[in-house]
């Protein structure tokens, strides 16, 4: 039995219908949203032109969609940029992730390189300059014993035996800068203490006498205004001495004049404060938080250091004083000189 023409036009209707309900189905698996449009065509006829200026990225063939074959449908989407980069998420998500993660790594290595360059420089710096370090004491006692027999001091029984004293610190001195060059292969870095019962001002002068020729052969002057009451700590004698010591060793070495060093010393019921105030070249405030740091060195014009130095020193005065429970500060401005500021807590007189 045949059918109408109108029929075959409703059945056709019917049969598209369920067709692009279908396809729908179909594309709403891809768990995500396409923009796509159903062309129709006769099934027998000039196949319809896309219009030049339609940017599709699919185009599907046509097709018969029943057995009446009166016309076919084709399927076009405008964009599945979007799908791609659907499917393609957890590529995508892990590439960045390797990315992010080879990015890290390098600069972890870069760092690390550059941190044992560095480290390796400073090792050699520091290799360099300990000779001209460990010559200091070997200096001041060869000029103390040259002094006696030049000057025949055995008639001037009293300076000779100053003299003699001093060359015995410096070679206390030498043997302490020795102990701190093995211990920095030490894994630990604790400091081992002596504490007695000890007279800043009294540790101070003697210092200050210990050090009479360098201090002469650099045409420097050294003034010490002490408290009329003593200032006595709980501390190592030898270690507070070589603090003393290395402040004065920096005056006069960093001098760019005749040193001009004044030493004061006073005490309340709870501290004892020193001082140590030079007319040297002063330190930047960019590097005043830095000059107490292990190897630091305060550059110099030209990147080159015309005074040697290990740039241990500060660090070593710094560990000295936080040891003895105590403070160090600076207060500098470049071309003024700089003031070091020591304060140590003292040992009541109270019974």
Same mark, same amino acid.
């Given at each position: 039995?045949?059918?109408?023409?109108?029929?075959?036009?409703?059945?056709?209707?019917? &049969?598209?219908? !369920?067709?692009?309900?279908?396809m729908a189905?179909?594309?709403?698996?891809?768990?995500?949203?396409?923009?796509?449009?159903?062309? #129709?065509?006769?099934?027998?006829?000039?196949?319809?032109?896309?219009?030049?200026?339609?940017?599709?990225?699919?185009?599907?063939?046509?097709? /018969?969609?029943?057995?009446?074959?009166?016309?076919? #449908?084709?399927? =076009?989407?405008?964009? #599945?940029?979007?799908?791609?980069?659907?499917?393609?998420?957890?590529? %995508? @998500?892990? &590439?960045?992730?390797?990315?992010?993660?080879?990015? @890290?790594?390098?600069?972890?290595?870069?760092?690390?390189?550059?941190?044992?360059?560095?480290?390796?420089?400073? !090792?050699?710096?520091?290799?360099?300059?300990?000779?001209?370090?460990?010559? =200091?004491?070997?200096?001041?006692?060869a000029l103390?014993?040259?002094?006696?027999?030049?000057?025949?001091?055995?008639?001037?029984?009293?300076?000779?035996?100053?003299? %003699?004293?001093?060359?015995?610190?410096?070679?206390? !001195? %030498?043997?302490?800068?020795?102990?701190?060059?093995?211990?920095?292969?030490?894994?630990?870095?604790?400091?081992?203490? !002596?504490?007695?019962?000890?007279?800043?001002?009294?540790?101070?002068?003697?210092?200050?006498?210990?050090?009479?020729?360098?201090?002469?052969?650099?045409? &420097?002057?050294?003034?010490?205004?002490?408290?009329?009451?003593?200032?006595?700590?709980?501390?190592?004698? %030898?270690?507070?001495?070589?603090?003393?010591?290395?402040?004065?060793?920096?005056?006069?070495?960093?001098? #760019?004049?005749?040193?001009?060093?004044?030493?004061?010393?006073?005490?309340?019921?709870?501290?004892?404060?020193? =001082?140590?105030?030079?007319?040297?070249?002063?330190?930047?405030?960019?590097?005043?938080?830095?000059?107490?740091?292990?190897?630091?060195?305060?550059?110099q014009p030209?990147?080159?250091?015309?005074?040697?130095?290990?740039?241990?020193?500060?660090?070593?005065?710094? /560990?000295? @004083?936080?040891?003895?429970?105590?403070?160090?500060?600076?207060?500098?401005?470049?071309?003024?000189?700089?003031?070091?500021?020591?304060?140590?807590?003292?040992?009541?007189?109270?019974?």
């Open positions: 039995m045949g059918y109408s023409l109108e029929q075959m036009k409703a059945l056709d209707s019917l &049969a598209l219908l !369920r067709f692009e309900q279908s189905a179909s594309l709403s698996k891809l768990e995500t949203q396409l923009d796509y449009h159903f062309l #129709v065509y006769p099934f027998v006829g000039k196949e319809k032109n896309l219009a030049a200026n339609d940017q599709l990225d699919f185009v599907s063939k046509k097709y /018969g969609y029943n057995l009446l074959h009166m016309n076919a #449908v084709q399927v =076009t989407v405008d964009s #599945v940029a979007g799908l791609v980069w659907y499917k393609m998420r957890y590529y %995508l @998500i892990s &590439a960045i992730l390797m990315t992010a993660l080879t990015g @890290i790594a390098f600069y972890f290595i870069i760092g690390l390189m550059n941190s044992r360059k560095l480290y390796a420089d400073a !090792r050699v710096a520091f290799t360099s300059n300990m000779t001209h370090e460990i010559k =200091t004491p070997i200096a001041t006692v103390a014993l040259e002094s006696i027999s030049k000057y025949n001091l055995k008639d001037d029984p009293e300076k000779m035996q100053r003299y %003699l004293n001093m060359g015995k610190q410096e070679l206390q !001195r %030498l043997n302490h800068l020795v102990e701190r060059v093995l211990d920095l292969n030490e894994d630990s870095r604790e400091m081992k203490l !002596r504490p007695v019962l000890y007279d800043i001002q009294a540790g101070i002068s003697d210092v200050i006498r210990s050090m009479e020729l360098p201090l002469q052969h650099a045409h &420097a002057k050294c003034e010490l205004l002490v408290s009329p009451e003593p200032c006595f700590v709980e501390g190592d004698a %030898l270690h507070l001495n070589s603090v003393f010591f290395n402040l004065i060793e920096n005056a006069i070495k960093y001098a #760019v004049a005749p040193l001009q060093l004044l030493i004061t010393c006073s005490c309340d019921k709870d501290w004892a404060t020193i =001082t140590f105030k030079d007319n040297g070249p002063g330190i930047p405030q960019a590097y005043q938080d830095k000059i107490f740091e292990r190897f630091f060195r305060v550059p030209g990147n080159t250091h015309q005074v040697k130095g290990t740039g241990l020193g500060l660090n070593y005065v710094s /560990g000295v @004083i936080k040891r003895h429970k105590g403070t160090i500060t600076l207060k500098s401005e470049p071309a003024e000189g700089s003031t070091f500021i020591i304060k140590l807590p003292i040992v009541s007189n109270e019974l």
